[in-house]
């Protein structure tokens, strides 16, 4: 396929999902995604065309900002640079599928959990996570199978890992901060959050900290690293994100959001702007790229 139409089909099959997402009423930085979508993918200018014109994406951008105002709580002093970055690199979808969408995925995740004998695991308090049970898959059925298209298209320019990761999280789990492994990630986590609101907090690490674990024997078995406890006493990194992840979304959580910071799901009860946050089981469906 030459560039021209490569570039065409793109195009295509960006305004397709934009146009089923904005039915749903409520898809964040449309024309944001777009720009960002189609400038990543490679350096050639001709991909700039398709950004709609400045006026829409400053009326985008102030959308985009009531939006995120509502769903991001930022706390203690952000440096602009990073809060800027930040602000690019961590989308968030609202109702990105349906009630019967999430019935369907949530019930064959349930099964693949069954049929593989999965129960919860509390045991190792210094895991990453608390109170979960999990599984890579690779097979699902086509209109589940639809779903992830949809967010590869959506999240990833190429190199998607082949499994789905599904992550059960009991009503009373907890997962700490970490910063996901790069020896098997790479620079994209695209997340459905499903059956539950709840809150992720994403604090801002030492990177460098996080480079040395990558070859070191600071990781378990599902490869995340142990929860970080650095930076504890560090002014410097004192700042993070609470953001609210309402049930059905997609976060696409990529480059600074995904290294410069730590991400956690907050405990059953927590607030998020003054009102309570309940927690109940939560089931997460989670697409990355390859390192
Ligand atoms: C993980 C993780 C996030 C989520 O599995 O490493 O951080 O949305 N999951 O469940
Ligand atoms: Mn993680």
Request: contains cysteine; neutral net charge.
């Amino acid at each position: 396929m030459n560039f021209v139409s490569c570039f065409r089909q793109q195009r295509f099959i960006f305004a397709q999902i934009c146009q089923n997402l904005k039915k749903r009423n409520r898809f964040i930085s449309t024309f944001r995604l777009q720009h960002e979508l189609i400038c990543d993918k490679t350096t050639n200018s001709l991909h700039h065309r398709c950004c709609s014109s400045t006026a829409q994406l400053n009326q985008c951008d102030q959308d985009d900002a009531t939006n995120r105002n509502k769903l991001f709580k930022f706390h203690n002093e952000w440096p602009s640079t990073i809060k800027s970055e930040f602000l690019r690199d961590m989308i968030l979808l609202e109702d990105f599928v349906s009630e019967t969408e999430e019935v369907q995925l949530v019930a064959e995740a349930e099964k693949t959990m069954k049929r593989a004998r999965m129960r919860y695991q509390y045991d190792h308090w210094d895991d990453a996570i608390h109170g979960y049970r999990e599984i890579e898959k690779v097979e699902w059925s086509p209109e589940n199978e639809q779903i992830f298209q949809k967010i590869r298209q959506i999240a990833f320019v190429a190199n998607v890992l082949p499994h789905v990761h599904i992550l059960d999280l009991a009503a009373d789990g907890i997962i700490k901060p970490h910063v996901d492994s790069s020896r098997y990630c790479g620079s994209t986590i695209a997340g459905l959050s499903l059956l539950t609101d709840c809150i992720m907090r994403l604090k801002r690490v030492d990177e460098n900290e996080y480079a040395q674990s990558r070859e070191g024997d600071n990781e378990n078995a599902t490869n995340r690293p142990k929860p970080n406890i650095q930076n504890e006493e560090n002014k410097e990194f004192d700042y993070f994100v609470d953001v609210l992840l309402k049930r059905r979304s997609l976060y696409v959580m990529k480059d600074s959001a995904r290294y410069k910071f730590s991400h956690a799901v907050l405990a059953t009860k927590s607030t998020f702007n003054d009102k309570e946050v309940i927690k109940d089981r939560r089931i997460s469906i989670i697409c990355r790229n390859q390192a």
